[in-house]
């Protein structure tokens, strides 16, 4: 399952192993709920849900250490910027209260906003309608999250430059003695990005055992396969050689998704390589194929299969 074996190292002890039947349900949640998107919209990022559901499932039931916090309804933008503008919210603020000992996650593909904002509310964090101003003019619920969008702590610009900056988190939070840790999700396409590996090189150097990576490897990007365009693999092999502790599981397996984020810090980066599918409990996706990136429908017909396949879930 992975480069070094779970099984013989030291695991933190968890707590009732329970949170995998909440996870389940959240992954379920944020499926349904970003579907119900694509079908009020007609359009929408649905294949990011069918990949990360799990991932995000596990990161928020099991892996992520936050403070809690009641349900938020994100606000809109409070005016025009100028002498007296009230700035907004940040986006942490569905996150709970910072403390030295609480974690940071840093969501770095930023389309994957919807299905962020989808986890939040399926754990409580955000209240469901806050998904009803998903792009629209004057919202803070946006399509491509920035750092006033719900759950999101920055912005990640083009791909690429999210672990850039969560990388400068955790180091400063190690060299404060911080205790709380930093995760990031990636997608696959980042490691076509040369600032990703220039970033594991400099946290493997600066010993940055503090931040873990989550990357969705579904091999799939908007121009089609990730082989057919700019191939990265062996990324397993690639992502060791840049000295990090590199795991490659089912992406859709709950206790191989959470088990490395409890093993003990050994100076080197996490990077959990989940291998998962684009059409996750949504088979009715594949004659989609190559190109899963932005789903639209095609005509009434296909349109009414996807409203079936919504009463199915």
């Known amino acids: 399952?992975?480069?070094?074996?779970?099984?013989?190292?030291?695991?933190?002890?968890?707590?009732?192993?329970?949170?995998?039947?909440?996870?389940?349900?959240?992954?379920?949640?944020?499926?349904?709920?970003?579907?119900?998107?694509?079908?009020?919209?007609?359009?929408?990022?649905?294949?990011?849900?069918?990949?990360?559901?799990?991932?995000?499932?596990?990161?928020?039931?099991?892996?992520?250490n936050l403070g809690r916090v009641k349900p938020l309804l994100p606000g809109p933008f409070p005016g025009v910027p100028g002498p007296n503008y009230r700035g907004l919210s940040p986006g942490t603020a569905l996150h709970g209260p910072r403390a030295p000992h609480f974690d940071r996650f840093i969501l770095s593909p930023s389309q994957y906003a919807l299905i962020l904002y989808a986890a939040l509310v399926e754990v409580g964090r955000m209240a469901p309608e806050g998904l009803l101003d998903f792009n629209r003019d004057g919202g803070t619920v946006e399509m491509i999250g920035a750092e006033h969008s719900p759950g999101h702590e920055l912005m990640s610009g083009s791909l690429g430059q999210g672990l850039s900056q969560?990388?400068?988190?955790?180091?400063?939070?190690?060299?404060?003695?911080?205790?709380?840790?930093?995760?990031?999700?990636?997608?696959?396409?980042e490691f076509q990005s040369g600032q990703t590996w220039e970033t594991l090189q400099a946290m493997s150097f600066h010993k940055i055992d503090n931040l873990g990576i989550y990357v969705d490897v579904n091999g799939h990007q908007c121009d089609g396969r990730m082989n057919q365009t700019m191939n990265i693999e062996p990324l397993e092999k690639r992502v060791e050689a840049f000295g990090c502790r590199t795991f490659r599981v089912d992406g859709h397996d709950l206790d191989a998704l959470a088990a490395p984020a409890h093993l003990l810090p050994d100076g080197r980066p996490i990077?959990?390589?989940?291998?998962?599918?684009?059409?996750?409990?949504?088979?009715?996706?594949?004659?989609?194929?190559?190109?899963?990136?932005?789903?639209?429908f095609k005509d009434e017909a296909e349109y009414r299969r996807y409203q079936d396949l919504l009463a199915s879930l």
């Open 1 to 64: 399952m992975a480069t070094q074996d779970i099984a013989e190292l030291e695991l933190r002890p968890t707590a009732s192993t329970s949170w995998q039947d909440e996870a389940r349900r959240v992954a379920r949640g944020i499926r349904r709920r970003v579907l119900e998107h694509v079908i009020l919209n007609k359009g929408g990022y649905l294949s990011q849900a069918c990949s990360a559901g799990e991932i995000l499932a596990t990161l928020y039931t099991n892996v992520l």
């Open 166 to 189: 969560a990388s400068g988190i955790a180091y400063a939070r190690k060299r404060k003695g911080e205790t709380g840790r930093v995760w990031v999700l990636m997608s696959d396409g």
């Open 271 to 296: 990077v959990v390589l989940a291998m998962t599918d684009t059409c996750r409990e949504m088979e009715i996706l594949r004659v989609n194929a190559p190109k899963f990136h932005y789903f639209r």
